[in-house]
């Protein structure tokens, strides 16, 4: 076994006396003989003579135990978190939390793991006890739903209003666009992207959470191309947007970012980086973190890195058709067709830096894909299926009722189970 030796440094002639004299203390303050001064008052209590003088030796003593106390439960706790995403589980029991009654025409979102509730006449958000957090009325005919995190904006596909909704706190804000709305994307802070139609013209507003606007870009589609897809980073200093050109028979797609913050205020329009796509058409751009960006297109996926100018890094190449896309804050999901017919489809799972860390092929036809941490659920709203990132399948089973909506529990063996009338928890064992 290898021994350190740490230097103690020469505190001089009276080196020898002062360790001497520590060893003394020690064996006043054990026998609770020690007064703290230079008597020895021996009708002092003990633990008031250790309150007042602790020695050297028994700092470093005491420091000593709470660091080895703070990493063996540091390892415990990561031990307990691998096991658990890792763990098979063979059966499940469903209890009932609550009775609710969602409108058939509605949608249900995770916003914050509540339970966001949308539909024409409204939206209203639950949390998983059932209990109505907040309610909003409204008039549209196609509502459009950005989320992220705890924010979501709602607003009318050719309308002029976007209202900003809090998970806990209900509506934050109400934006008045002016013009037909086409998309929205809204960031953490509660800053909305907005791509809006004026004639022959396309906008793309930013606004803050009180309806003012931060900056706009203009686009056409000779000199710049139709916005298909925008999205705002969480801290909404960034933007990206997927353009498309059309030449003659070609077709050329645009990815375009946008810096709002103090990066940006030297480039024309804000423009800090593009890159272009010959023969792809890019439907789909989001930020993972503020510095981590995706886009995907039917041949391609592309990561981008960096909180002020972006760049284009791993490409992920397929020749199968790619059936759809789902992405997290830490993983992009590809869903594929398998051409072999083997399986109905081929999810493919890679993190932020675009590496592939699991395959899970299947034959559900699923209806839902969602990211809980590390692990991934595939439901066809009667049954689920759950996979760790890695592909590791943990449970397949039956739902039991018609659900509209699976939530993330605190626990890792348990789920929230939202059907139209009811609440349930689904234990896993």
Request: aromatic share 8%; proline share 3%; charged share 20%.
């Amino acid at each position: 076994m290898a021994v350190v030796k740490f230097h103690v440094p020469d505190r001089g002639p009276d080196r020898d006396n002062n360790d001497d004299q520590d060893r003394e203390y020690d064996e006043q303050i054990e026998d609770g003989s020690y007064d703290g001064g230079g008597g020895n008052d021996r009708s002092k209590p003990a633990g008031e003579a250790r309150r007042r003088k602790m020695t050297r030796r028994q700092k470093m003593s005491l420091l000593l135990r709470i660091a080895v106390f703070t990493c063996v439960m540091a390892a415990v706790i990561v031990f307990i978190v691998q096991q658990q995403s890792e763990r098979v589980y063979s059966g499940s029991e469903f209890r009932e939390v609550t009775n609710v009654s969602i409108p058939s025409a509605a949608t249900c979102l995770n916003l914050g793991n509540n339970i966001l509730i949308y539909s024409k006449d409204g939206a209203s958000c639950m949390n998983q006890s059932g209990s109505t957090l907040w309610s909003i009325s409204y008039e549209m005919q196609q509502p459009v739903v950005s989320v992220c995190g705890n924010i979501a904006a709602i607003g009318d596909y050719e309308g002029s209003t976007v209202h900003v909704l809090n998970a806990t706190e209900g509506e934050t804000g109400t934006i008045a666009t002016n013009m037909p709305l086409r998309a929205i994307s809204v960031a953490s802070n509660g800053e909305v992207a907005a791509v809006l139609e004026d004639s022959d013209t396309t906008w793309i507003y930013i606004f803050d959470i009180q309806g003012n606007t931060i900056a706009y870009v203009k686009r056409t589609m000779e000199q710049s191309g139709y916005p298909l897809a925008v999205t705002l980073s969480p801290d909404g200093t960034l933007m990206c947007c997927s353009q498309l050109t059309v030449e003659s028979t070609s077709v050329k797609t645009s990815v375009a970012f946008y810096n709002f913050g103090a990066v940006g205020q030297s480039e024309t329009d804000r423009l800090v980086a593009g890159y272009d796509y010959e023969g792809e058409v890019v439907p789909y751009v989001r930020f993972l973190s503020n510095n981590v960006a995706v886009s995907v297109s039917d041949t391609r996926t592309t990561f981008y890195s960096g909180e002020e100018k972006p760049a284009s890094g791993t490409n992920i190449f397929y020749t199968s058709d790619l059936e759809g896309v789902w992405s997290s804050d830490s993983y992009v999901a590809l869903l594929f067709a398998d051409p072999a017919g083997e399986e109905a489809y081929t999810l493919d799972i890679y993190n932020a830096s675009g590496k592939e860390v699991g395959s899970i092929p299947f034959t559900m036809d699923y209806t839902s894909v969602q990211f809980f941490g590390d692990r991934v659920v595939i439901d066809d709203g009667q049954s689920m299926m759950l996979y760790s990132v890695n592909g590791t399948l943990q449970y397949s089973g039956s739902m039991g009722d018609a659900v509209s909506l699976v939530l993330p529990s605190t626990s890792a063996n348990r789920l929230t189970l939202v059907t139209k009338s009811s609440i349930k928890t689904m234990i896993l064992k």
